[in-house]
């Protein structure tokens, strides 16, 4: 869910590369890898807005998430 507070999920069409950057566009995580589906995300992130970025085959989808 969106805004999250403890528990990451994330859903991927196809199986890519998740990267996470904050709204200052600094890189958080990188070169998480997510499974076609539904992920659970084991990170620690403080509380704000980030950036998820999933790298696909063919295409890159971003999320904004609100962290609690």
Same mark, same amino acid.
């Given at each position: 869910p969106n805004p999250s507070t403890e528990d990451l999920f994330i859903e991927s069409p196809q199986k890519g590369? =998740?990267? &996470?950057?904050?709204?200052?566009?600094?890189?958080?995580? $990188?070169? =998480?890898? &997510?499974?076609k589906g539904v992920n659970h995300i084991?990170? $620690?992130?403080?509380?704000?807005?980030?950036?998820?970025?999933?790298y696909l085959d063919t295409d890159t989808?971003?999320?904004r998430v609100l962290i609690k």
């Open positions: 590369i =998740l990267t &996470v950057f904050n709204t200052q566009g600094q890189m958080i995580f $990188k070169n =998480l890898p &997510v499974n084991k990170i $620690k992130l403080e509380p704000q807005v980030y950036f998820f970025h999933i989808i971003i999320k």
